[in-house]
């Protein structure tokens, strides 16, 4: 099985500020795909960015970037000029391609944007 | 705009009863998910299913069976709710196990057993 891990259980940031959440897996595999999820206090998870493994581009989304160091197995989400929007739960997330395309996520880091 | 919707946001259940978790998806989406989520320890596969009437054992599905007999539906079944199936629970989905794009989820729902 694919381990995900985010070291992180919280974090907090200051309005306007840049913070990075990190995130490290484990996977003997060559391709696959990893993502970045946010679940506000709503509950809806939604997609923040996504990278393909076999892209060496680091996948950027606004203000929402990734550092993806394949070697390391290391994909950390860089967040820009936080905003108090920003505030949720953030699961980083790895699917391997060909197995039905399961998503093995990790424990989640909780970001609190301070005013 | 793409929907997964869940029956309940919340749901107190008695210890025994039978339980059941609905999920519909209106992007006839092949691939669908239920997965449980706990403080600490995030988002664990109960089951997961690629096609009508077919099902797959996630990481966890002691205590759990699922029902897929329309494609854009999928239900997550307690047979005898336990208190340690206090939990949410999120249902997912996504293309199809040939196409590699993100998963899709509901609200959640939040399940108590007492």
């Known amino acids: 099985a694919q381990t995900v891990t985010q070291s992180q259980p919280e974090m907090s940031v200051q309005e306007a500020e840049t913070v990075t959440l990190s995130c490290t897996y484990d996977?003997?595999?060559?391709?696959?795909?990893l993502f970045w999820y946010k679940q506000p206090p709503s509950r809806q998870m939604i997609l923040v960015i996504r990278?393909?493994?076999?892209?060496?581009q680091n996948a950027t989304e606004n203000r929402f970037s990734v550092n993806f160091q394949k070697a390391a197995k290391s994909f950390s989400l860089k967040i820009s000029d936080s905003q108090l929007g920003d505030t949720a739960m953030y699961f980083c997330?790895?699917?391997?391609?060909?197995?039905?395309?399961?998503?093995?996520f990790g424990t989640g880091t909780s970001l609190t944007v301070i005013p | 705009d793409v929907k997964v919707t869940q029956s309940s946001r919340y749901l107190v259940k008695r210890t025994g009863e039978k339980v059941f978790l609905e999920c519909v998806q209106d992007?006839?989406?092949?691939?669908m998910f239920w997965y449980r989520q706990d403080p600490g320890l995030g988002l664990r596969l109960i089951y997961f299913?690629?096609?009508?009437?077919?099902?797959e054992k996630g990481d966890i599905p002691e205590g759990y069976s699922v029902s897929r007999e329309k494609k854009e539906r999928f239900s997550l079944i307690l047979e005898s709710a336990s208190t340690n199936q206090t939990s949410m629970y999120l249902c997912?989905?996504?293309?199809?196990?040939?196409?590699?794009?993100?998963?899709?989820f509901g609200q959640g729902t939040r399940l108590t057993v007492v």
């Open positions: 997912a989905s996504s293309s199809n196990r040939y196409s590699y794009t993100e998963a899709f």
């Open positions: 996977t003997s595999e060559s391709n696959y795909y």
């Open positions: 990278q393909e493994a076999y892209k060496q």
């Open positions: 997330a790895f699917m391997k391609p060909n197995t039905g395309n399961q998503f093995y």
């Open positions: 992007m006839d989406h092949e691939n």
């Open positions: 299913s690629y096609d009508v009437k077919m099902k």
